[in-house]
T-cell receptor, first 112, second 109 residues
Framework: EAQVTQNPRYLITVTGKKLTVTCSQN?????MSWYRQDPGLGLRQIYY???????DKGDVPEGYKVSRKEKRNFPLILESPSPNQTSLYFC???????????FGPGTRLTVT | GQQLNQSPQSMFIQEGEDVSMNCTSS?????WLWYKQDPGEGPVLLIA?????ELTSNGRLTAQFGITRKDSFLNISASIPSDVGIYFC?????????FGKGTRLHILP
């Protein structure tokens, strides 16, 4: 089944404790992206990747890192999480930039 | 930067009623997309529109790509409880996709 998976689905952590949210897609898509969703703000893009080893900042990249060592995986790294990074995070992939995106199920992160 | 204005922000309707929501922008887009997000899930693509004036249906859903290429609307006919969720429009221009802030649909019994 074609899908985008994210782990964990839920995470509660403390300020400053490094964490990684994994994202994997099995559709051989070139383009992958991370979004955060906050009430009243919709979906805001954090980082995106057009292909292996090619990543770029989205609209709200501060406090986040990403890597794209393999085509299928696109982990989101928070080196020193802060409470304002409490949010619902979605990974998405598409065949190429601008194509219809397929979203993962989301990761709800709480930073205390 | 480019922005999409999606309205209404939320809707409360009775089951069986028709629903209409829209997205507008000051910029031209060459593709419009409509997604639905069920509670606790990620957005799922409902309809994609590629040409100005295009009218496309998917079951009880109908969406149109505005003639000016600056707007799009989504209609849902005869709403049912499972229509509850957040509907997002998205516009594509220069291989960038921009999302609206969503319309949250509530259905009253």
């Amino acid at each position: 089944e074609a899908q985008v998976t994210q782990n964990p689905r839920y995470l509660i952590t403390v300020t400053g404790k490094k964490l990684t949210v994994t994202c994997s897609q099995n559709m051989n898509h070139e383009y992958m992206s991370w979004y955060r969703q906050d009430p009243g703000l919709g979906l805001r893009q954090i980082y995106y990747s057009m292909n292996v080893e090619v990543t770029d900042k989205g609209d709200v990249p501060e406090g986040y890192k990403v890597s794209r060592k393999e085509k299928r995986n696109f982990p989101l790294i928070l080196e020193s999480p802060s409470p304002n990074q409490t949010s619902l995070y979605f990974c998405a992939s598409s065949l190429r930039e601008g194509s219809e995106q397929y979203f993962g199920p989301g990761t709800r992160l709480t930073v205390t | 930067g480019q922005q999409l204005n999606q309205s209404p922000q939320s809707m409360f309707i009775q089951e069986g009623e028709d629903v209409s929501m829209n997205c507008t922008s000051s910029s031209i887009f060459n593709t419009w997309l409509w997604y639905k997000q069920d509670p606790g899930e990620g957005p799922v693509l409902l309809i994609a529109l590629y040409k100005a004036g295009e009218l496309t249906s998917n079951g009880r859903l109908t969406a149109q790509f505005g003639i000016t290429r600056k707007d799009s609307f989504l209609n849902i006919s005869a709403s049912i409880p499972s229509d509850v969720g957040i509907y997002f429009c998205a516009g594509r221009r220069d291989d960038k996709i921009i999302f609206g802030k969503g319309t949250r649909l509530h259905i009253l019994p």
